[in-house]
């Protein structure tokens, strides 16, 4: 669905951030949301104060499996409002009916940044489950990102390239692309 001319995908009023973990997607969700007015939906901060738990107790508690049930569910509440900026979690894309929901009202743009930078950042944070414990941290990115980065591709109508950028560059650009194809803030 790219834009040719003026062409713009209108009906597209939220814009949706998807991407690995550490890629960035709450903090540049935060400065769009704030720049172009529009409200800030983060999943895992949503899921967090509905169950009154942290990300790591959800999945110890709930387990996996329930949490990506209530993640959908939430999906399928945020994907019928409009003028949000939704930061979703990095596995949101991994249910197909997540992406469909998200791309029927949202322009799903997809945070790129390398490995390398992704281990940096995670390396000192305790936050994520799927990352909790694991020895060889750089090898076991490397392989869900091989899993993943496909599915991320196929999920986003586009993507932006974030290496050397800082979050508000980031921001920028995100902003730009969701201007331009969506029509909004015009
Ligand atoms: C997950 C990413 C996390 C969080 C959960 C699972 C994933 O969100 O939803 O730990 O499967 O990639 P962030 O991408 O915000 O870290």
Redesign the pocket.
Known sequence: MATTGKMTQSGLTNLVLVG???AG??TIARICSRRLGMTLCD??HLLEARFQMS?TEL?TELGEREFRRQ?CNLIQELSTGSRQVIAT???VV?NPVNVAALRATGLVVLLHVDTDTIVERVRHQTH???LAGVTDLRAHISDMLEKREPIYREAAHCTVELRGLTPTESAASVINLFKTISGEGK
């Open positions: 690995f973990m550490g997607k709450s999943t895992d990300i999945f993640e979690g990095g596995g991994l994520r489950p799927l």
